[in-house]
């Protein structure tokens, strides 16, 4: 056998070795999928998190996508390419597994939120001593008809019996994420935001409004019908009732969910 031709095909053989070993070594990028997650705006920088902690285990690709839980809703009755439904209530998945946009069984509820009262201004807040005073001319809340941390925002006037009062100073962000803008940068003097959204913060004044004041803020997320079938979407769903997104949660001021 020619030498030149005995040298080509040892070189094919050792290429077809390495081709194999790099199979071996790395199936999850052959095998790895896309999964589409639509999310309640208070949860943003929790999800950040959890989405590059399951990207690094599984090899899975997390897309996000943000808004208030009622516009994400009527986006997914609309036909938006969503696999995973993180809402901000109950109401809304359930509603989605009722409507046929979702899969039965699946929901669960991955986080308990809290309100807060927030100012940038490091004197402003001092509890609900400042509602009752009202020395400020905005006071910033998410839109409460899609957005559940407004709802509890409002139900937390009323049961101060503030609401009346305050009602003309409201200023309304379409989402939580737009009324935590409105206060961050003093378009609103004070605002009611989600606790998770100044977790990191140590500037500013706070006053965490206690849960008797308002409903439990649980939310819940459920597979969609656009993912029943896609692997990543499930192990997604999976992995946020995990240790390790427990631990974000924690991280950001949720409560616990349910048990994995």
């Known amino acids: 056998m020619p030498f030149s031709l005995c040298l080509l095909r040892r070189a094919r053989r050792s290429l077809l070795r390495i081709?194999?070993?790099l199979a071996i070594l790395a199936p999850s990028s052959v095998h790895s999928e896309e999964v589409r997650v639509a999310v309640a705006a208070n949860f943003t920088e929790a999800v950040k998190e959890i989405g590059a902690l399951f990207e690094a285990q599984s090899g899975h690709t997390v897309v996000i996508?943000?808004?208030s839980t009622g516009q994400i809703y009527a986006q997914i009755?609309?036909?938006?390419?969503?696999?995973?439904?993180?809402?901000?209530?109950?109401?809304r998945p359930e509603r989605a597994e009722q409507d046929g946009y979702a899969v039965p069984?699946?929901?669960?509820?991955?986080?308990?939120?809290?309100i807060v009262l927030f100012s940038a201004d490091p004197a402003l807040v001092l509890g609900k001593a400042t509602l009752e005073r009202g020395s400020f001319s905005k006071l910033a809340i998410a839109n409460p008809m899609t957005a559940p941390y407004g709802l509890a925002a409002v139900q937390t006037l009323k049961s101060l019996g503030l609401y009346e009062a305050l009602d003309s100073k409201l200023v309304q962000g379409s989402n939580i994420a737009q009324t935590y803008q409105f206060v961050a940068t003093g378009n609103a003097?004070?605002?009611f935001v989600a606790l998770s959204q100044i977790a990191g913060r140590r500037d500013g004044s706070r006053w965490v409004v206690p849960e008797t004041l308002h409903s439990v803020i649980a939310q819940d997320a459920v597979l969609l019908t656009r993912g029943a079938d896609n692997e990543a979407a499930r192990a997604f769903m999976d992995f946020l009732k995990g240790p390790a997104a427990r631990a974000v949660?924690?991280?950001?001021?949720?409560?616990?969910?349910d048990s994995p």
């Open 249 to 257: 949660n924690e991280k950001f001021g949720y409560g616990a969910g």
């Open 189 to 191: 003097e004070v605002g």
């Open 105 to 114: 069984g699946t929901r669960f509820t991955y986080a308990a939120g809290r």
């Open 19 to 21: 081709v194999a070993l």
């Open 65 to 67: 996508s943000f808004g």
């Open 77 to 91: 009755s609309q036909g938006a390419p969503f696999d995973v439904f993180l809402a901000a209530d109950q109401a």
